[in-house]
């Protein structure tokens, strides 16, 4: 499926994108490659195919829970900008 010039102009409209003439034939010919590979990917029969989410094998990769000794709050409020009673103080970004 060959696009138009008419047609790159009016995706790259929607896209918000400015293209020179050679921009336009050059982004023709690419999008015009895609389509083409897409629609040959379409005559392919994968109706016995599952459908899949990904090729990879599911794993996850998790440690134990361990409780550890933790810093003290005057610690991790040592350098912060600003801090009240022991929490960091930040401007309200909310009304």
């Known amino acids: 499926m060959k696009l138009s010039r008419e047609e790159v102009m009016q995706i790259a409209e929607l ?3 400015r ?3 050679s921009e336009i034939e050059q982004y023709a010919d690419q999008l015009s490659a895609v389509l083409e590979y897409a ?8 109706a016995d ?4 989410a990904s090729v990879l ?3 996850n990769v998790l440690r134990d829970d361990v ?3 933790s810093l003290a709050r ?4 040592a350098n912060a900008a600003e801090s009240i009673e022991g929490q960091f103080r ?3 970004v909310l009304e």
Do not use: F, W
Not at 49 to 52: E, F, G, H, L, V
Not at 74 to 77: K, N
């Open 57 to 59: 094998p599911l794993s």
């Open 49 to 52: 195919i599952p459908p899949t």
């Open 90 to 92: 930040v401007d309200a």
């Open 67 to 69: 409780v550890r000794p």
């Open 15 to 17: 896209a918000k994108l």
């Open 19 to 21: 293209l020179t003439e």
């Open 74 to 77: 005057e610690q991790v409020t």
């Open 39 to 46: 629609s040959r990917l379409e005559q392919l029969d994968t």
